[in-house]
């Protein structure tokens, strides 16, 4: 006897960015499947699917932003109920991947907090991880299942192209650092345009504190673009366009693919000589972190197209033309 079985696309979103799962599941031409999510008075997180995912290709949506604790453990909750009720595949979805910046060991003692957050959704039934712009390649690594890394330059390199008219030998593409080179390059080669990187002297005695940055390029008189993987508190990036500035840099563009802005980021980035800073949507941007020289970029056709490569088994390498490898 042989069953043939129609396969279903199931798309469930966690609390943190209920936008961003809609505008995805628009752009896949599904729902947003309904799901209960509520705390008890304890403060302990309930969820149940209210309809069947036996069978299912079900990708849950969860970004890793405040309160990040309760972002990681809400989608653990969700996988391990997806898997309880016999889905057939569990993709997390996290746009933004919690503790990526706790990568390695840097001194004695510390943990890997990116490993951690890696075994957790494992263990809790996750077949598959689809995440944007890691702060370090490396994470894929930490995964025994596939993982899916995209990128948003394409979106961020169209929009200077199209909306800014950014591109050409004229255009400067700058690192923050030696390590952000790699991305600072494959933005250049979308903009066809030239490339600088920021040298930063750290304090040997004081940690966190930059004593002297150097833009090493030519910069005078053209217009920059400081590209990123997230903005948090600013600081660091404002003080690097402040250096580009008395370079004679001008006009300059910020680039970032992740929002955090903790802390005194929008009166740091507000107080820079900053044209626009572009980011994307892969973490909510309340009300009071916008600001008149912000752009915001849709993440979701981006994520809808990988999520759409990931049911039909198809490549999602293909979609970014292999620029998303790290």
Known sequence: MEIMTKKRMMLYSGTIHPTLAH????N?????????????ASGEIYFRAEESVRGADVFVVQTHYEPVNEAIVEQLIMIDAMKRASAKRITAVVPYYGYSRQDKKAVSREAISAKLVADLLCTAGANRCVSVDLHSGQIQGFFDAPFDHLTALPLLSNYLKDSLGLHGDDVVVVAPDAGRIKTAEKLREYLHADLAFLYKRRSRTEAH????MTVVGEVDGR?????????????TLTEGVK???AMGAGPIF????HALFSGKARQHLE????????????????????????????IAPLIASALRAVF????????FGGANQV
């Not at 505008?23 to 628009?26: L, S, V």
């Not at 107080?271 to 752009?295: C, G, H, M, W, Y």
């Open 243 to 245: 250096a580009l500035a």
């Open 23 to 26: 505008e995805i599941a628009d």
């Open 28 to 40: 896949l031409g599904i729902p947003v499947s309904e799901g209960e999510i509520r705390r008890f």
């Open 209 to 212: 504190k930059i004593e002297e």
């Open 271 to 298: 107080e820079a000589p900053i044209d626009q800073v572009i980011v994307t949507n892969t973490v909510p941007i309340p009300e009071e972190k916008q600001f008149s020289k912000l752009r915001v970029l849709s």
């Open 312 to 319: 039909e088994d198809t490549s999602v390498s293909e979609i």
């Open 254 to 257: 910020t680039g970032a693919t």
């Open 223 to 235: 217009p920059c673009v400081l590209v990123d993987d997230m903005i948090d508190t600013a600081a």
